[in-house]
């Protein structure tokens, strides 16, 4: 699959108040690194002018499925990268966590990845998060 083809796959829709500062956020999982559990993706972002059909989030994972990724981190900054090329967020969070028990002797693998437009700051907003 080609990248405009996976990024195509993220369909949007006109943010409901444009003026107002909110987190969305999509929570799910894929199969990946032949793994026999999936790995889970959580996506939080600030939007602008669009957001993400939720219906449209699972799709998307479906997609990446069929792809060979080299790491975690080439995971989670891929999805960053098609987040940001579809909706231009103010702010926006992917975290890709494997799945326990993935690695011998590793407790936990987990990647996290932000981006924010040039001059976007509401961490009261921000600080609402976890980390995870």
Excluded: K
């Excluded at 080609?2 to 999509?26: F, H, M």
């Excluded at 987990?110 to 976007?120: A, F, I, L, S, T």
Aim: proline fraction near 5%.
């Amino acid at each position: 699959m080609e990248l405009n083809e996976r990024r195509a796959l993220l369909t949007t829709q006109d943010n409901p108040d444009a003026t107002l500062d909110y987190i969305s956020g999509l929570r799910g999982s894929l199969q990946a690194f032949n793994l026999a559990m999936p790995t889970r993706i959580g996506v939080h972002y600030v939007p602008d002018r669009m957001i993400v059909e939720p219906s449209a989030f699972g799709r998307y994972l479906e997609a990446l499925t069929a792809i060979d990724w080299e790491s975690l981190e080439a995971l989670a900054t891929a999805i960053l990268g098609d987040f940001n090329n579809q909706l231009v967020a103010r702010w926006a969070r992917v975290v890709a966590t494997a799945p326990e028990g993935a690695y011998p002797g590793v407790g936990a693998h987990e990647v996290m990845v932000e981006d924010r437009q040039p001059g976007w700051d509401n961490e009261a907003l921000l600080s609402r998060l976890s980390t995870g």
